[in-house]
């Protein structure tokens, strides 16, 4: 019996993870990259951006057999390393302890592993093939390198793993309108660089931390490299007359503005000037589409379908989870392909618009809110509730982070949780004054428990939409009832 085929369009993070996944179920997989082969090329300057891997990431490279040797490549983040303009740096920990870290990883590095594994589970790779059409109908593709020479291929499945500029998407949409709708940022960034220290130390900053120098209208950022270097990103507004990409066209103008709002960052940044006249600014934008295939012939998985901003760091974790869906509902032999594409849809929708909306939401918060009284209070309410009554509070950041459930899940348990805090604060201002008991026994009695905890700790998944999303399984009514007793 012949395996049945599939064609993937674009060999990113998502598309390389899926082939392999794929591949490993029994597909005959084909892949077609626009790109040369990440592998061949020595050195790629531009992108060559680390991205943050968080649990669901992890777990996605878990059932591909590939955390252990994406781990060996990262570095650990603890937290966030808050640089203000004045006073000193302070680390603001992501998780309750080391348990609870992100991994720094070149998008270069990861990718090469990915397709190194995916081609040792029998998927061809095709480099330096661009999809220029796709004609759903014949299901007929065309391919062009970099000589325009094209080349057509069959394709009777056919996904688009090509990224955010999706060519798939393009063609499908001229089928069959998909209700594409682009959500500019308006901001911008752009990559600088802060090389690998001189001496014992090689990083020149706290290596084990995701850098911020928040500034209100815009930030800059720094991720470590196994290699002792930082990637920095600089984010700010496209347009406009104070501080922006159209003001600060060129490092001889930026270099004031860096000297000025920067002042502890821009001496660690050597070759600044370099950097910011030949690195492109890259643009933002949420992308949201009602639909994501064309019956069984065509999906969108990764930020094809779902693009977002990068504030949380989910984008490549989500379109990791994304893949794992995808394998598991296209290697289930009773359904057909149309049907797995439409559960697909239904399954990852919610969660991508959920992060979408968290991760606009994360970086209003991390801009402004950090000096705002009442979040801090919040913030400060959520983590004793938190630690007093785990089974009935966990912060949001937590959820999305270093738990798999849903982002859907996370999102609304993450609303429900904000009003009562606000409730809880508006009736006692200081959080201090505010007896923790009541909170807790008012909170026990508003929400239900949160899903039941494994052994580790963490809760257990709640990753399909239709399943109830409180979860079967309460505590007993003595374990609720032992938190009403604790003493402050
Ligand atoms: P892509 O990575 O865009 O890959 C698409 C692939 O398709 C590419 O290889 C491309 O060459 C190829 N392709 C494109 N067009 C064609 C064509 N016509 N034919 C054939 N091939 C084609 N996510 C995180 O999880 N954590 C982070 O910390 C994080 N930080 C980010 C920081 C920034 C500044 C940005 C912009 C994004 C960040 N993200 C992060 C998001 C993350 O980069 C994306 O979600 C992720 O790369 C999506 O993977 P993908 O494979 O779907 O798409
Ligand atoms: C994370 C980890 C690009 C990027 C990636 C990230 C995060 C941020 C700010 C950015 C969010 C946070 N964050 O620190 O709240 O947690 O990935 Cl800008």
């Known amino acids: ?14 598309g390389a993870l899926l082939a392999q996944l794929l591949a490993r179920r029994g597909f005959a997989v084909q892949v077609f990259e626009k790109r040369t082969d990440p ?51 302070a680390l603001q920990r992501y998780g309750v302890d080391d348990s609870e870290v992100i991994w720094s990883i070149s998008r270069a590095g990861l990718n090469a592993l990915l397709i190194d594994a995916a081609e040792e589970a029998g998927v061809n790779f095709h480099f330096g093939q661009a999809l220029r059409t796709a004609d759903i109908d014949t299901q007929r593709i065309t391919l062009v390198d970099e000589h325009e020479v094209q080349r057509e291929h069959q394709a009777n499945v056919l996904i688009g793993a090509d990224g955010a500029g999706s060519a798939l998407r393009a063609a499908m949409n001229l089928h069959q309108p998909l209700g594409i709708r682009v959500e500019p940022l308006g901001h911008g960034y752009k990559e600088l660089e802060i090389p690998r220290a001189a001496g014992a130390d090689r990083f020149a900053i706290e290596p084990n ?18 290699t002792g270097s930082f990637n920095v990103t600089l984010f700010l507004p496209l347009r406009g007359t104070g501080s922006s990409f159209e003001t600060l066209p060129n490092a001889a103008a930026a270099g004031a503005f860096f000297h000025r709002d ?25 992308l949201y589409l009602d639909q994501w295939h064309i019956d069984g012939r065509a999906v969108l998985v990764g930020d094809a379908a779902h693009a977002i901003a990068p504030f949380h760091g989910q984008g490549m974790n989500c379109g990791f989870e994304d893949a794992v869906v995808m394998a598991e509902l296209l290697a289930d032999s ?134 109830p999303i409180y979860l079967e399984t309460t505590p007993s009514a003595e374990e609720d009832a032992d938190y009403l007793l604790e003493g402050e």
């Open 334 to 467: 009773g359904v057909q392909v149309a049907d797995a594409f439409a559960q697909f849809q239904r399954i990852r929708k919610p969660n991508a618009d959920a992060i979408a909306a968290m991760t606009l939401e994360n970086y209003v918060e991390m801009r402004d809110s950090v000096a705002d009284p009442a979040y801090v209070a919040k913030l400060e309410l959520g983590k004793r509730l938190a630690e007093r009554a785990p089974q009935h509070f966990m912060p949001r950041y937590r959820m999305v982070t270093f738990t798999q459930l849903s982002y859907a899940y996370a999102y609304e348990r993450g609303r429900a949780q904000d009003r009562l805090l606000g409730q809880l604060l508006n009736e006692c201002s200081d959080p201090n004054e505010l007896s923790l008991n009541a909170a807790i026994s008012t909170l026990q009695a508003t929400l239900p428990p949160l899903p039941a905890l494994r052994e580790d700790n963490k809760p257990d998944p709640v990753t399909v939409a239709d399943r």
């Open 39 to 89: 592998r061949r090329v020595s050195f790629v300057r531009g992108r060559t951006i680390n991205l943050a891997l968080a649990e669901r990431g992890l777990q996605a490279l878990r059932t591909a057999g590939l955390d252990e040797l994406a781990l060996q490549r990262s570095v650990m983040m603890r937290g966030r390393m808050v640089h203000p303009l004045d006073g000193p740096s």
């Open 1 to 14: 019996m012949s395996k049945q085929a599939i064609t993937l369009i674009g060999a990113g993070p998502v």
């Open 262 to 286: 920067f002042p502890d960052l821009l001496p660690l940044m050597p070759r600044f000037a370099a950097d910011y006249d030949g690195h492109p600014v890259g643009t933002l934008a949420t």
């Open 209 to 226: 931390a995701l850098h911020i120098w928040p500034r209100g209208g815009y930030m800059c950022i720094a991720t470590p490299n196994i």
